[in-house]
Nanobody, 117 residues
């Protein structure tokens, strides 16, 4: 298991920006893919963005062109969120795994992002 520390998040008005950061503090050598997922109230957790060790990036259609994921180093990743909308409100979770999919990896505790009109 990898221990993850998340920071960032909070409250912002629609159109604003936030930046999330995630840092792995243990077993960094096992990490291949890092990413962010989110879960809104009453909904299932969904992919936001991921980046592999080869810098292959995937975004959900809902955030493409507004969010940017950046892998700072093997154990750190950020998510810059621009032009936020109320439907971006959710708990955002950092995830890391060794190539076998997010459910095989480790999750951060989650950080709340709230976007108001």
């Amino acid at each position: 298991q990898v221990q993850l520390v998340e920071s960032g998040g909070g409250w912002v008005q629609a159109g604003g920006s936030l930046r999330l950061s995630c840092e792995a503090t243990t077993n960094i050598f096992t990490i291949k893919t890092m990413g962010w997922y989110r879960q809104a109230p009453g909904k299932q957790r969904e992919l936001v963005a991921t980046v592999t060790g080869a810098d292959e990036i995937k975004y959900a259609d809902a955030v493409k062109d507004r969010f940017a994921i950046f892998r700072i180093n093997r154990g750190r990743v950020s998510l810059t969120m621009n032009n936020l909308r109320p439907d971006d409100t959710a708990v955002y979770y950092c995830n890391v795994h060794g190539g076998s999919g997010p459910e095989s990896g480790s999750w951060g505790p989650g950080t709340q992002v709230t976007v108001s009109l």
